[in-house]
Each structure stands twice: as C-alpha cells, then as structure tokens.
C-alpha cells in the first residue's frame, strides 16, 4: 500500500525568505505525485504535479519540486515567500492507473506561517 | 464556469439522524471522491465511484454510505452509525484515463454535531 510523510507539522518563514517543504513517499511502482494548498475553511487547490519525464516540476505560484526517485522524495520549494502563501500545504501519492480504480493517499498536512 | 459544488457549507446533525451531503460536478469527469478531513490527519478517502451506479469502500466508510445513479452527482449520507461525524468533508472528481489522474476539489462541508 502506498503511504506519504510529511515530517513537518508547521513550519514558521520570514516574509522573502525561502521555503521547503518536505514529502516523503512509499510506493512500489512508479508513482504519480501531487502537491495541494488549502487555505483555511477551503477546498485543495492543485499546486503541482509529477506522473513523468522532467524530475523538476513547476507550478503555479511561483512553486516548484523535485521527484528524486534514489529517496522516495518530492520536495516543495519556492525562492521567496509572500504573505499570501501561508496555508496548508499536502503532498500525495496516486496509484497507477493500471492498476484499476485510481486513488490518491495524503500525507497529513504542513502548515505554514509566514512572519513579516 | 466548469467546477465542483458542495452543499450546504455548514450542516448540523442532531442524535440519531442521517444528514445528507450534496456534490455536483459540471466538468464531466467520469470518476468521483469523498474525503474526511480531521486537524492533523490530512485527508481520509470515504468512498470512491468510477462510473455510475458503482462505487467503492475506502478506508473508513463504516458509517457511511453513498449512490451514483447521475454520473455528475455523488451524494454522501452520514447515517447515526457514524459516532463522531464532526469534520470537515471534501469531494473530488477526475477525468478517468487522464494523464496524471489529477483530482479536482469542491470547497468542502463542515459537518457540526448538535
């Protein structure tokens, strides 16, 4: 079964400073990888995402991660910071669709503050 | 404009009663998800429906239950076998064979127990 980890609970950045949040994944095959943002009361919005080709991946917002297969890993990153992105940020792992009914597994969220 | 809609956005469930959730999608996608969302636990999938008139167990359906007879609709009834039904809820929908199998969220019911 697959599972996803998110080590970080919260995690507090300065206001242009810069950001990592990190994913960690398990999963036999080769796996599709999302990350979403929910601000809060609010549904997920896709940020990113990695099914093939290109290990660094650019999204919306000026975010971007990188599918490093050698750790089970699919960091967040973006260079500065703005208020705006405070929020809750999840990382999951979807199934191939070869194997049938497709489902995503998340990881339990990281919450991010941003300081002025 | 193509999306997903969840109704009501707050929903209040006395003892003993069944409450049902409402989500309808206009993108026709074919597949469609419900997740449970507790503080600290991420997303939990309750049910999944690929086609209509089916659908599938997820983790923790127990108390639960749901029908697909429309392929743009997916209700979710919360029944009174569900003992501690306050969260927040979220539906999904996908394209079936689109590549990536990226799911698209509705903005979610919170679900408050009288």
């Known amino acids: 079964a697959q599972s996803v980890t998110q080590p970080d609970i919260h995690i507090t950045v300065s206001e242009g400073a810069s950001l990592e949040l990190r994913c960690n994944y398990s999963?036999?095959?080769?796996?599709?990888l999302f990350w979403y943002v929910q601000s809060p009361g609010q549904g997920l919005q896709l940020l990113l995402k990695?099914?093939?080709?290109?290990?660094l991946v650019q999204g919306i917002k000026g975010f971007e991660a990188e599918f490093k297969r050698s750790q089970s890993s699919f960091n967040l990153r973006k260079p500065s910071v703005h208020w705006s992105d405070a929020a809750e940020y999840f990382c999951?792992?979807?199934?191939?669709?070869?194997?049938?009914?497709?489902?995503?597994?998340f990881g339990k969220g990281t919450m991010l503050l941003v300081s002025p | 404009d193509g999306g997903i809609t969840q109704s009501p956005k707050y929903l209040f469930r006395k003892e003993g009663q069944n409450v049902t959730l409402s989500c309808e999608q206009n993108?026709?996608?074919?597949?469609m998800y419900w997740y449970r969302q507790d503080p600290g636990q991420g997303l939990r999938l309750i049910y999944y429906?690929?086609?209509?008139?089916?659908?599938q167990k997820g983790d923790i359906a127990e108390g639960y239950s749901v029908s697909r007879e429309k392929k743009e609709s997916f209700p979710l009834t919360v029944t009174s076998a569900q003992k501690n039904p306050t969260a927040f809820y979220l539906c999904?929908?996908?394209?079936?064979?689109?590549?990536?199998?990226?799911?698209?969220f509705g903005p979610g019911t919170r679900l408050l127990v009288l």
């Open positions: 993108l026709n996608h074919d597949a």
């Open positions: 429906s690929q086609i209509v008139n089916d659908f």
């Open positions: 999951a792992v979807g199934a191939n669709p070869g194997s049938g009914y497709s489902t995503l597994t």
């Open positions: 990695y099914f093939s080709g290109d290990t």
């Open positions: 999904a929908s996908r394209l079936a064979g689109s590549r990536g199998e990226t799911q698209y």
């Open positions: 999963y036999g095959a080769t796996p599709y």
